[in-house]
């Protein structure tokens, strides 16, 4: 026995499989979307002003939402001064006081020598950008790259509003031998 079946009901049944697959195709990427301009994103290391903790090229995942900056943070942050996104690490969180002393290399924040375990080697200078003593305003930071003589950081640059970070380094994702958090040794 043969069953009876209506052409344009079969069609009908194709494009209402092919609507429910694009409409479940467009959420995902809207959901995307969402999560990346608000919740994670990935960015891409450009430079060797953060090694050795950081190499050019390496990727890492960024959190965005409900980051409160607090000092040794690595966090991506908008320089208006160089146009573009960077990758630095803070040092001087609001109300702190910092100075920077050149001819020994040490970095102090409230009266305390900073243990830097994760510099490439001590800073020769102080930069240029700001005088010290230096009282962190509110809703800024300090911050600095791991390799302090190869750097265009706070130093040269100026505080960094809270505004201005994009989101904290959390994850590093390449390369795979790599991969984990970041903040194991420094915490």
């Known amino acids: 026995m043969q069953e009876d079946f209506d052409e344009s009901e079969r069609g009908s049944g194709f494009l209402r499989e092919v609507y429910e697959w694009t409409k479940s195709i467009a959420l995902a990427i809207v959901l995307a979307l969402i999560i990346n301009q608000f919740v994670f994103a990935m960015v891409q290391v450009e430079g060797s002003s953060?090694?050795?903790?950081?190499?050019?090229?390496?990727r890492l995942v960024i959190t965005k939402l409900f980051y409160q900056p607090k000092a040794k943070d690595i966090v991506v942050v908008k320089s208006h001064?160089?146009?573009?996104?960077i990758i630095k690490r803070i040092i001087a969180v609001p109300g702190d006081v910092l100075e920077i002393r050149p001819e020994s290399g040490d970095v102090i924040v409230?009266?305390?020598?900073?243990?830097?375990p994760y510099i490439y080697e001590k800073l020769r200078s102080a930069g240029s950008?700001?005088?010290?003593?230096?009282?962190?305003p509110e809703d800024h930071v300090f911050v600095m790259g791991d390799n302090r003589n190869n750097s265009q950081d706070s130093r040269n640059l100026g505080l960094v509003a809270f505004d201005d970070i994009?989101?904290?380094?959390?994850?590093?994702v390449t390369p795979f031998s790599e991969f984990g958090t970041l903040y194991d040794d420094i915490k």
């Open 50 to 58: 953060m090694e050795p903790t950081l190499s050019s090229q390496e």
């Open 81 to 85: 001064a160089l146009g573009k996104y």
């Open 129 to 136: 950008a700001c005088s010290f003593p230096l009282e962190i």
């Open 110 to 116: 409230n009266g305390e020598v900073l243990d830097e």
């Open 166 to 172: 994009v989101g904290r380094a959390s994850l590093r």
